[in-house]
């Protein structure tokens, strides 16, 4: 998939979707969005830290008209960039700041995420992403965005997730030292690679996350594992949850 080169972000927006190739990425990031989480053209998607546009720009040419995309990220500068960029050439793509405060990427935000209410009715989306998001938020801040999702996800939508989960498998493969990143650090049901920076990687125990979902009535429909921890043959890095509302 070919893209206008200035539907690509420089490089001082790296830290918005980590480097490396971002076509590429972009390109992989919709094939599982297809595959695990059956997203189709004509779907409202919610892009849950759309960050520089990394999944949004892929989807400028998947989403049919009767489709619509609405993004939000903490990170103004890649939301600026993406309302600039994106936006001009394809109005059904509205991206919004959210003036949350995160260590790492809006060190400055009034609101706590433990707090935020997303700015959509309930039921607004057939299909909710988050890649990365959850990797970087500690327990009260997950557990308020997850409830969001919750609300504003339509009957039958489903939401697809990124997360480290810990279970039996993940830690022993942490404590060989196969882990990317190694978060060999434990506060009750999560983990962290660097005491003195939280956020910048988080995991959380698999029980908890699938506690989470049972509290709010979402079905984890899928699972799929990814090489973080040490997995041989994993497409994915991160750890892929795909729950549905009934």
């Known amino acids: 998939m070919e893209y206008p080169s200035d539907l690509i972000p ?5 830290i918005a979707f980590g480097g490396g190739d971002f076509r590429a990425m972009g390109e992989k990031l919709l094939r599982q969005f297809i595959e695990y989480a059956g997203l189709t053209p004509h779907d409202r998607v919610l892009d849950v830290g759309c960050g520089a546009g990394r999944a949004a720009v892929p989807l400028t040419a998947y989403l049919s008209g009767r489709g619509s995309y609405r993004g939000f990220d903490a990170y103004p500068f890649g939301v600026d960039w993406c ?13 919004e700041r959210a003036d949350v405060f995160n260590t790492l990427y809006n060190p400055y935000g009034k609101t706590p995420a433990s707090e935020f209410r997303f ?22 801040d997950m557990a308020r965005y997850f409830e969001e999702m919750a609300r504003v996800l339509a009957p039958g939508g489903r939401a697809c997730i990124t997360y480290f989960l810990l279970n039996d498998e993940s830690r022993a493969l942490l404590r060989e030292g ?12 999560f983990y962290v690679e660097d005491p003195a920076a939280m956020e910048d990687a988080v995991g959380y125990s698999e029980s908890f996350v ?21 997995r041989a043959g994993m497409d994915n890095g991160q750890d892929i949850v795909v729950g549905v509302k009934p």
């Open 119 to 140: 700015p959509y009715p309930d039921a607004s989306f057939e299909c909710i992403i988050a890649t990365s998001v959850f990797t970087h938020m500690l327990p009260a």
């Open 210 to 230: 699938r506690a989470m979902y049972a509290s709010r009535g979402i079905e984890i429909a899928r699972l799929i594992p990814g090489s973080w921890c040490g």
């Open 10 to 14: 420089p490089e001082d927006l790296w």
């Open 83 to 95: 309302r600039e960029h994106i936006t001009p050439r394809h109005p059904r793509f509205v991206f």
């Open 178 to 189: 196969r882990g990317k990143p190694a978060l060999t650090h434990r506060y009750g049901s």
